[in-house]
């Protein structure tokens, strides 16, 4: 596991053996995990945003669209 984005708000986990993210949305405490298709497709969305616009707030803005209504409450046990 590799810390690849944190900021205040999110934090991006890659797994490079299972080809995933786990994106985590800190303030709403939910979680997405994503692999094959849907985290190469993520990873070239990422990559999309020209490097000038790769600040924190326009990273988070995409996480949070990216988890909108599809990601689940973190559990503990």
């Known amino acids: 596991m ?3 984005y944190n900021s ?3 934090s991006i ?3 490079p053996a299972q080809e995933s993210f786990e994106l985590v949305d800190k303030d709403a405490s939910r979680t997405l995990f994503i692999r094959g298709e849907v985290a190469f497709r993520f990873r070239q969305a990422i990559d ?4 000038g616009e790769r600040d ?3 990273i988070d ?3 949070e669209s990216y988890c909108d ?3 689940s409450p973190i559990r503990f046990h």
């Not at 999309?48 to 490097?51: K, L, M």
């Open 2 to 4: 590799n810390l690849v």
């Open 8 to 10: 205040e708000h999110y």
């Open 69 to 71: 209504g599809v990601a």
């Open 56 to 58: 924190e707030d326009t």
């Open 48 to 51: 999309s945003i020209p490097e």
């Open 13 to 15: 986990l890659a797994y």
């Open 61 to 63: 803005e995409f996480i």
